[in-house]
């Protein structure tokens, strides 16, 4: 059991990996992707620290990769994902697994999601410091990213309750 874990775990943070570089939108200060579904699935799947680890792993190996690569804000970057995958992981921990019949899904989903969105905020701000460029350009788009969370959050609502049911009648989890 606890190697199927960490297989899907791992299953989870390259497909973070692939969907954040390579099934993704970037605009100018944004960055359009579902890049969480992983993080989330495996956060509900397992619990809080397999989401952390999930979001924090899959992250960092999309910063290497991507076109962003290994700076001193690095760790400041990989901390959205992984927060989120830990509060969606303690949420769903405290309701023993069971999504497919709580209603609380989508204000979770929601909230988190704008959570990351502030603490992504919080490090532009940090990363504009240390590299020197302009934090002004980025304002304009916090509202674009706070939609982008919105409709994100919808469609992980309606696309996470059938996955995980039918992960475990598969009996990959």
């Known amino acids: ?71 001193i804000t690095t760790p400041l970057w990989m901390l959205p994902a992984g927060v989120r995958g830990l509060l969606v992981g303690f949420w769903a921990k405290g309701k023993g697994f069971r999504i497919e019949k709580v209603g609380l899904l989508f204000p979770v989903i929601l909230l988190t999601g704008i959570l990351s969105t502030i603490i992504n905020t919080g490090v532009m701000w940090v990363d504009a410091k240390v590299f020197g460029y302009p934090f002004a350009a980025t304002i304009p788009t916090i509202l674009l990213r706070l939609i982008a969370c919105l409709v994100t959050s919808v469609l992980f609502t309606a696309v996470l309750p059938p996955l995980t049911t039918a992960l475990k009648k598969a009996k990959v989890v």
């Not at 190697?3 to 775990?9: A, D, E, I, S």
């Not at 299953?11 to 579904?37: E, G, R």
């Open 1 to 71: 059991m606890k190697l199927k874990r960490l297989v899907v775990g791992a299953l989870c943070a390259a497909l973070y990996t692939v969907l954040a570089n390579y099934v993704s939108i970037h605009t100018l200060n944004m960055k359009l992707t579902f890049d969480m579904l992983p993080v989330l699935l495996c956060s509900i799947l397992y619990g809080p620290v397999d989401g952390l680890m999930v979001g924090l792993v899959g992250n960092f190996i999309s910063q290497l990769i991507g076109p962003y690569g290994l700076s």
